[in-house]
């Protein structure tokens, strides 16, 4: 594979374009959730989660809607899409106390660019697909693994030299 090179900011935003988002900092972590409510959700086979810290993403959250879930873990989720177009662009977990927000999980096929997209894992493949194999050199939890380091450190050992400095 030839060398990576990703900007940061890097964007994103909904089918019709009314919602935009940027994001400023070096992700968490990318994988591909094959649960069954990323099923429902994306009305498709899996979907593709990008981890990032709630204070690294700009967005109007005003301008978002949100429907909220439910976790197969006993937590609650913000799911933020488009009232425009009903992209479905973050999820948020609302289990602590704090009003700020740590995590998001952005649906990772509203970025603009999807050329550096690299799963470094899978979750939930006990639901998976039947005809889908998860590629060997990549990290597989039946379930929620709870823990999610793995799933951190390895995406940094495998993005570490794509990301240059902030523009
Ligand atoms: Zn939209
Ligand atoms: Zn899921």
């Avoid at 990576?4 to 009314?18: W, Y």
């Avoid at 050199?137 to 400095?165: H, Q």
Wanted: hydrophobic share 35%; with cysteine.
């Amino acid at each position: 594979m030839s060398e990576m090179r990703v900007s940061l900011p890097f964007e994103g935003g909904c089918q019709c374009g009314a919602i935009r988002y940027c994001v400023n900092a070096i992700p968490l972590t990318l994988y591909c959730c094959h649960c069954t409510e990323c099923q429902a959700q994306s009305s498709s086979a899996f979907g593709m989660s990008m981890l990032v810290s709630g204070d690294s993403l700009e967005v109007d959250w005003d301008a978002t809607k949100a429907w909220s879930r439910p976790t197969h873990s006993g937590n609650v989720i913000d799911c933020h899409f488009c009232p425009g177009c009903g992209s479905r662009l973050f999820h948020v977990d609302r289990s602590g106390d704090s009003a700020e927000i740590g995590v998001v999980s952005i649906k990772a096929g509203s970025l603009d660019d999807h050329s550096w997209l690299r799963p470094i894992g899978h979750l939930w493949t006990n639901s998976k697909q039947p005809w889908f194999e998860v590629p060997p050199e990549m990290l597989s939890s039946k379930r929620d693994p709870g823990d999610l380091e793995p799933y951190f450190s390895r995406w940094r050992e495998v993005s570490a030299s794509w990301f240059g400095p902030l523009a």
